[in-house]
């Protein structure tokens, strides 16, 4: 974990562990002893690892829920020993045999043997009570799954992975856009942003490269992040962890026994330790999409696009664009840009308060002026335009997507496609204008079984592609076929 979090390197991971074989105590003593990692920073980084609870009182969730669930587990995904539960409910193997005891003594549960000697391999079914409580539970919440956290903690958890508790520098933002052509404006323009986690306007003329100037500065962040599976609220279950946007780190230990019963203490795997999130939306947003969505058959909710974006980015592409009116949109946003709180609502009428920890980017290519009042410009410190590219950034990027398959670009075919871009076409100079070029005169070539080359021909067809032939275009003639 700590490698992965850019604080240690493996090889010195290596030679504490090496010493910690040697002399014994703490790994991280040893790594801070060789100046691998400061006292302060390795215990900055402890602090903010969810520890794993000692006992059922310490998960915070009630032990009448806990067991429910665990029953609820042992029905649905026919487990039958306590490291299949410990694995399943994702709470220490102790913790567990103390639900198992309970079940034990309410006939909920009854052992089954053993197939050998191991006190972990001691099997368990559920008796007939304990089917009808299992299916009982289920219908009263079908959620079977890690136990949640609660609301308490995922919002203390929330607040030591902030954003700004990384530091970003000139190099690191400059590496994030290394593949992108770009003015070095734009980097002095989004570090102190980034810095500062505040939200960011993209603006400017289509096809320039604001979506791909976003999603690389949300990569700009290294932290490891956790996310837990769920969180619960007044007996409520809220899903957060989303396999399609949590991109979790694999932190198991191969060479630990998981048929073992006696287990090295480790972070509380309710949790599951991710990269820092990247969310994006487009015209599909709607300001449903931004509340708690409830199923009425499970009985349980979904947590809304932002706050599985928390502790890491949310990008709003296309605004302006959405079914609902951008005006609406923008209030939704008021409070939580102000204040860093937001407020959902339960079906029940309870009104629940979330941290809004998180990069909020907007990408329009309409007027900002058009789309926002005054009050909401404000409340968007940084507004950094994405325009078109200069005549050298635009040849620039020629280069590169012409090299990429193998293309060379001379000065007679830049000249054809600059003068019919431009002038006979009318169109300003677009970013993503080479890519387009390129790539259709590459499927023209090998369609046509021609050496890969710039043609004039193939160029034409490519930049005709580029806008619906009008009147007033001077581009070649085409010979219409009558159907």
Request: hydrophobic share 40%.
């Amino acid at each position: 974990m700590l490698v992965r979090a850019g604080l240690v390197t493996e090889d010195q991971v290596a030679s504490a562990a090496a010493s910690q074989f040697q002399d014994g105590g703490r790994l991280g003593d040893h790594l801070a002893a060789m100046g691998a990692i400061s006292p302060e920073a390795l215990e900055a980084f402890l602090h903010r690892t969810p520890k794993e609870p000692s006992n059922l009182s310490e998960t915070g969730i009630d032990q009448g829920e806990l067991l429910s669930l665990l029953l609820k587990l042992v029905y649905v995904e026919r487990l039958a020993t306590i490291p299949q539960f410990a694995n399943a409910i994702k709470l220490a193997p102790h913790v567990v045999m103390d639900l198992v005891r309970m079940a034990l003594d309410r006939h909920l549960l009854h052992s089954t043997g053993s197939t050998d000697d191991q006190f972990s391999n001691i099997r368990y079914a559920l008796s007939d009570e304990g089917k009808h409580w299992a299916i009982d539970a289920l219908q009263q919440c079908r959620y079977a799954g890690p136990a949640p956290v609660t609301l308490n903690d995922f919002t203390q958890q929330v607040a030591l992975q902030k954003l700004t508790n990384e530091t970003i520098t000139h190099q690191a933002i400059r590496a994030s856009l290394s593949d992108l052509v770009v003015d070095e404006r734009l980097i002095e323009q989004s570090g102190p942003a980034m810095t500062t986690s505040r939200a960011i306007l993209l603006y400017g003329p289509p096809g320039n490269g604001k979506t791909s100037v976003a999603v690389r500065l949300a990569t700009v962040f290294e932290d490891i992040v956790y996310i837990p599976h769920a969180i619960s609220i007044d007996g409520q279950i809220v899903r957060v962890f989303d396999t399609s946007l949590h991109e979790p780190v694999d932190s198991d230990d191969p060479s630990e026994d998981e048929n073992s019963f006696v287990r090295r203490s480790r972070y509380d795997t309710r949790w599951v330790p991710c990269r820092r999130p990247i969310a994006i939306t487009g015209g599909e947003l709607t300001l449903d999409m931004l509340e708690l969505r409830y199923d009425p058959v499970a009985n349980l909710y979904e947590a809304p696009l932002h706050v599985k974006a928390l502790n890491g980015c949310l990008f709003i592409d296309d605004f302006g664009r959405q079914l609902v009116s951008p005006t609406h949109l923008l209030n939704r946003w008021i409070v939580p840009l102000e204040s860093r709180i937001d407020f959902l609502r339960l079906h029940t009428g309870k009104v629940v308060r979330i941290p809004f920890e998180e990069l909020l980017i907007f990408s329009t290519n309409l007027d900002p002026e058009d789309l926002m009042d005054p009050a909401f410009l404000r409340r968007l410190p940084y507004k950094i335009e994405i325009s078109a590219p200069s005549l050298d950034h635009f040849r620039r990027i020629l280069e590169l997507e012409a090299r990429r398959h193998g293309l060379e670009v001379n000065e007679k075919v830049f000249e054809q496609i600059v003068s019919r871009i431009t002038e006979d076409k009318g169109l300003e100079l677009a970013a993503y204008h080479p890519r387009f070029i390129v790539e259709q005169v590459v499927a023209t070539c090998r369609f046509l079984g021609e050496s890969l080359h710039f043609y004039p021909r193939f160029v034409d067809h490519a930049i005709d592609n580029l806008r619906v032939r009008r009147p007033t275009d001077k581009g070649p003639s085409v010979t219409h076929a009558r159907v």
